[in-house]
């Protein structure tokens, strides 16, 4: 089992939809969780960093993270077609631990 | 632009050949970290150098071998080059030496393909 599980998608959505991405983990001792986004031949980018538990907003943007259930999510309002790109939620003990990285998911949203 | 640069961005060879790549961290950047990113595996993690010192290892194959030079800058050397080698390997850096307490910076790969 790995350590991060994430949904490959690929997820299409149109233009304006609420988007909800997941991923689920297993290490207890994560403490530092971040989305990453990455366009089609580029390399990723910090889009959201959150420590422990709770809600982070920023624009059309939220992160959540519920420790308990060992589960965090993405939640991307009136979605864009620049918002096209493949989401990858990364996680981290802090330190001396390694980011550890979901398999990342594909997402379209269609004008 | 995040400011790490990679070289070269395209290499194609053979099965059982031997190439490097290289990698320039961001300025004031002491930590540099190598991906590998596949289709099926996602992006895992092989190795970590802190100013100028091996500090982590993920999944990096006995065939790999990495070094982080004075400069600061990182070479990634893979040897007995085989098809599942193929892949885009990014290089990152941060400021300090613990990942996940701060923002990574990637650069924009180097991809690999092994004929």
């Known amino acids: 089992q790995k350590e991060v599980e994430q949904d490959p998608g690929p997820l299409s959505v149109p233009e304006g939809a609420i988007v909800s991405l997941n991923c689920t983990y297993s290490n207890s001792a994560f403490q530092y969780f971040m989305w990453y986004r990455q366009y089609s031949r580029k390399g990723p980018e910090l889009l959201m960093y959150t420590y422990s538990s709770g809600n982070k907003e920023d624009g059309r943007f939220t992160a959540q993270v519920d420790k308990s259930s060992k589960y965090i999510s993405l939640f991307i309002r009136d979605s864009q077609p620049s918002d096209s790109a493949t989401y990858l939620c990364?996680?981290?003990?802090?330190?001396?631990?390694?980011?550890?990285f979901g398999q990342g998911t594909e997402l379209s949203v269609k004008p | 632009d995040s400011g790490v640069t990679q070289t070269p961005k395209h290499l194609i060879t053979a099965t059982g050949q031997r190439v490097t790549l290289r990698c320039s961290p961001r300025?004031?950047?002491?930590?540099v970290y190598w991906y590998q990113q596949s289709l099926d595996q996602g992006l895992q993690f092989l190795i970590q150098y802190y100013n100028g010192e091996e500090r982590a290892k993920g999944n990096i194959l006995e065939r790999f071998s990495a070094q982080q030079f004075p400069d600061l800058h990182s070479e990634l050397n893979l040897s007995s080059l085989e098809l599942g080698d193929s892949a885009l390997y990014f290089c990152?850096?941060?400021?300090?030496?613990?990942?996940?307490?701060?923002?990574?910076?990637f650069g924009e790969g180097s991809r690999l393909t092994v004929l």
């Open positions: 990152a850096s941060s400021v300090g030496p613990f990942p996940g307490t701060g923002e990574l910076f």
């Open positions: 990364a996680m981290s003990a802090g330190q001396g631990g390694k980011l550890i």
């Open positions: 300025s004031g950047d002491l930590s």
